[in-house]
């Protein structure tokens, strides 16, 4: 007998939650904020909307189905099932931070707190969730089927993301290494080129409106970005620095469906991580190659 769909809602802490973890009471939060020129009871009204819309996303599951929550601290613990529908009530950077654990399942997002968030992720508001839930599970759901980006190194580590995987030094320093595309030679005909410079950046269409845009205006770079659906990368190389023995010559490009980049680290740590979420990366160490490449799993995202 197949098991009942299970709605499982993601969401984090409030910055309001977050203050009093920090500062033990109301009016000690309140004090913090005052001598910073910020209101708490406006830190507060946020909080309230927030958690009036993860309950109402919660009354709004149907009665024959499972829930249950998860807190965007756990996710890297949680454990996700083939049946369940994925709600996550929040702001945009939820979504992507849910969309690594995820494999294949459908994709709620719904806007906790509208006017702020630029809602290209979450594009729905709570009151839509009591329709939106069935249909979710149903066989005939639509879905936006949004590229993601792996990482994936010689001994078997792999990294996940929805916006980009950044590979460089954990702090300020420079990143040596040698980069490459799978057969070694670029368009052309250039081998692998060392380099040194503050990292890599390997993004989708879905991240080409936030870090990996920057880069593309700073450098006002003619590549053509990729669109959300399409299944290409584009990459970057930041600050670049040419000396006897790097160079600068192949600091970006498109990837497609069957192609990757290939660095292979000549310091003695590296990290990548992906979506900006630093606490859950891969450590890179002297010779190791990581490969970058369109990811085989994609988001199913409920328009």
């Known amino acids: 007998m197949s098991l009942a769909p299970r709605a499982v809602l993601v969401h984090r802490r409030t910055e309001y939650e977050e203050l009093l973890a920090r500062h033990g009471t109301h009016g000690q939060a309140a004090f913090f904020l005052a001598a910073r020129g910020r209101s708490a009871d406006e830190v507060r ?40 529908v994925v709600v996550v ?7 992507a931070n849910t969309a690594k654990y995820l494999a294949g399942q459908p994709v709620v997002g719904i806007d906790a707190d509208p006017g702020r968030n630029a809602g290209v992720l979450v594009r729905h508001r709570p009151s839509d969730a009591r329709r939106l839930l069935p249909y979710a599970a149903g066989p005939g759901v639509a879905t936006d089927e949004l590229t993601m980006v792996a990482a994936a190194t010689d001994d078997g580590q792999r990294l996940l993301a929805l916006n980009e995987i950044y590979v460089g030094p954990p702090g300020h320093q420079t990143a040596r290494y040698t980069l490459g595309t799978d057969t070694g030679d ?6 692998p080129e060392a380099q040194a410079s503050s990292g890599v950046l390997a993004g989708t269409g879905t991240g080409a409106t936030g870090w990996l845009r920057s880069l593309w205006q700073q450098r006002s770079s003619a590549l053509a970005l990729p669109g959300p659906a399409e299944p290409r990368l584009a990459w970057f190389v930041r600050e670049a620095w040419p000396s006897p023995t790097t160079g600068t010559s192949r600091v970006e490009g498109v990837l497609g469906p069957a192609q990757g980049l290939r ?23 002297w010779g190791q190659t990581v490969r970058l490449a369109v990811a085989d799993t994609r988001l199913r995202l409920v328009g």
């Open 263 to 285: 660095l292979t680290v000549e310091s003695d740590r590296l990290v990548a991580f992906g979506d900006g979420v630093e606490t859950d990366a891969l450590d890179l160490t």
């Open 186 to 191: 670029a368009p052309d005909g250039a081998g």
């Open 89 to 95: 009530v929040g702001q945009d950077g939820l979504v």
């Open 45 to 84: 009204e946020r909080h309230e909307r927030t958690r009036r819309a993860l309950a109402d996303v919660a009354g709004a599951v149907p009665l024959t189905w499972r829930q249950t929550r998860v807190e965007r601290a756990d996710l890297d613990r949680f454990l996700f099932g083939p049946e369940d």
